[in-house]
Nanobody, 124 residues
Framework: QVQLVESGGGLVQAGGSLRLSCAAS????????TGWFRQAPGKEREFVAA????????WYADPVKGRFAISRDNAKNTVYLQMNSLKPEDTAVYYC?????????????????WGQGTQVTVSS
């Protein structure tokens, strides 16, 4: 079993930055692909970014391209999401997820393990 714990969320003004972390434990996840998804109130969960175990390739949703960057440190079993130039529409609960097949990508059904989420609120 794999446990994922997100951290780094909070309240930030528009234009600001946050870095989310997703720490994995339980089993070696260095070969897993990891993704970030988000869910805003009243909306469906949507894909944000993903990365394979080797550090590449990476995928980004169009709304975050050029502003967000996903990276990983396999030695620490941790994946990061650097979020810059934040906008109010980025407000959501952010979840990390792990794909044991290692494929990654933007489809939630590809992922086997999910964290509890961390709240990100961007004020205007």
């Amino acid at each position: 079993q794999v446990q994922l714990v997100e951290s780094g969320g909070g309240l930030v003004q528009a234009g600001g930055s946050l870095r989310l972390s997703c720490a994995a434990s339980g089993r070696t996840v260095s070969t897993y692909a990891t993704g970030w998804f988000r869910q805003a109130p009243g909306k469906e969960r949507e894909f944000v970014a993903a990365i394979r175990w080797s550090g590449g390739p990476t995928w980004y949703a169009d709304p975050v391209k050029g502003r967000f960057a996903i990276s990983r440190d396999n030695a620490k079993n941790t994946v990061y999401l650097q979020m810059n130039s934040l906008k109010p529409e980025d407000t959501a609960v952010y979840y990390c997820a792990a794909d044991r097949e290692g494929l990654g990508g933007g489809y939630a059904r590809q992922y086997d393990y999910w964290g509890q989420g961390t709240q990100v609120t961007v004020s205007s």
